[in-house]
């Protein structure tokens, strides 16, 4: 697997690699544990921010109301959202006092999951938190898509400042223009992390 390093990296650059974040990451975990520790363990969050600043978990597309009881298997998506207005982020959010609108679309927990096994599940971030947290997973590393760092990377390529930046590829430097080649040959994952420059 590819391991991109990018350093000195400007805020707007940052950002602009956010939407990585939007369309799901790959991330290894224990199958079997809760979304709520997953969310502790593998994310690195506290328990205030997980009820405060997370209004909806979608686990597959299904509102999560108790993110402890909602058990974690291979392949599944995890969507994390602060508030959405309107009817419909009343209704998907967590405990919501109009929850009994999507009570068929409510996650509802399966007794056929493997437990203390590896899992590979794709996480998703909307909205604030994707400002919140994105950064900071991005700084620590994403799994993701080739192809995708190439299209997202490719529509950057005018963010690249030659004499700040400096972009590795497996611990060697490489020019972007090189490794956007590399990448549309690349069918498998890769990992990209994110350096920025030190007054940010």
Do not use: H, W
């Not at 940052?14 to 939407?19: G, Q």
């Not at 998506?77 to 207005?85: E, G, N, V």
């Not at 299209?151 to 223009?177: G, M, Q, W, Y």
């Amino acid at each position: 697997m590819n391991k991109i390093l990018i350093k000195n990296a400007t805020r707007e650059l940052l950002t602009n690699l956010l939407p990585l974040l939007q369309q799901g990451i790959l991330m290894k975990v224990t199958a079997g544990s809760s979304v709520r520790d997953f969310l502790i363990s593998n994310l690195c969050l506290d328990e205030e921010y997980i009820d405060r600043r997370i209004q909806s978990i979608l686990l597959n597309g299904r509102p999560v109301d108790d993110p402890s009881g909602a058990k974690i298997k291979d392949g599944v998506t995890i969507a994390l959202s602060s508030s959405m207005p309107g009817l419909v982020g009343a209704t998907l959010r967590r405990c919501s006092p109009v929850a009994s609108l999507r009570s068929t679309l409510t996650y509802k927990e399966s007794s056929n999951i493997k437990s203390n096994c590896q899992a590979t599940v794709r996480l998703k971030l909307f909205n604030l938190i994707m400002s919140e947290i994105g950064p900071f997973m991005l700084k620590q590393g994403v799994m993701v898509e080739a192809k995708r760092i190439q299209e997202i990377l490719n529509k950057l390529n005018s963010l690249f400042d030659k004499d700040r930046n400096e972009v590795f590829l497996n611990n060697e430097t490489i020019e972007p223009v090189e490794l956007l080649k590399v990448l549309s040959q690349d069918d498998g994952l890769c990992i990209i992390q994110i350096e920025t420059i030190t007054e940010l």
